[in-house]
Structures are given as C-alpha cells and as structure tokens.
C-alpha cells in the first residue's frame, strides 16, 4: 500500500502564494504519476496539474503561468507552488499519484486526504 500525506494548506490572502507538499510512503516500487485535485464547493472536481516520471508537467488552464508543479523522486514527494491566488482557487486539494508497489507490480490510484485552501478577498 502507499499513503499519501499533505501539507501546506491554510488561509492566504488574494494575490497571495502556497506551497502544498504531499509525501508518500509505503512500499514503493515506482511512482508513475503525481498529480493535484481540487474540489471546490458545488463544483465538479477538476486536476490541477501533474508531473510523470519523465518530468514532464500538465496544468488546467485556470492555473497557467501561476502554479508550478515539482516533484522530488528522492523523497517521493510532490510539491505545488501557488502564487496570484485567487478567490477561485479555494477548495480542497487532493493529492493523487499512480504506483506500484513490491507486492504488486499493477500500477494504481492512491489518493490523500485532502487539504483546504482557502483564499480571502
């Protein structure tokens, strides 16, 4: 199994800046994909951004030229640097990473237990 654990999130003033970290642990083999989600109120559930293994990056539209997405393979550690947040930033982000493990070679879903951000005008 591969548990995630997330910090970082809080309450950050508009225009403001976040750093989010997310570490798994566990038994693990490879880690294909590290990603972030985000659940906001009322709306659907939307990937943020995500780093593969070869380093290369994705990020929604919305977060564009503001967000940057980092892993440290070392540590098997993410990291999301926020910066020019908004007040359609606040949700709850999710930290998600596609691994296997020593007792399985099948590559799956791990999900962390999310973390608030919240950005006050």
């Known amino acids: 199994q591969v548990q995630l654990v997330e910090s970082g999130g809080g309450l950050v003033q508009f225009g403001g800046s976040l750093r989010l970290s997310c570490a798994a642990s566990?038994?693990?083999?490879?880690?294909?994909?590290m990603s972030w989600f985000r659940q906001a109120p009322g709306k659907q559930g939307e990937l943020v951004a995500s780093?593969?293994?070869?380093?290369?990056?994705n990020y929604a539209d919305s977060v564009k030229g503001r967000f940057t997405i980092a892993r440290d393979n070392a540590k098997n550690t993410v990291y999301l640097q926020m910066n020019s947040l908004q007040s359609e930033d606040t949700a709850v982000y999710y930290c998600?990473?596609?691994?296997?493990?020593?007792?399985?070679?099948?590559?799956?879903?791990?999900w962390g237990q999310g973390t608030q951000v919240t950005v006050s005008s």
């Open positions: 780093i593969d293994d070869a380093g290369t990056t």
């Open positions: 566990g038994s693990i083999r490879s880690i294909r994909t």
């Open positions: 998600h990473v596609f691994a296997n493990t020593y007792q399985s070679a099948i590559l799956k879903d791990y």
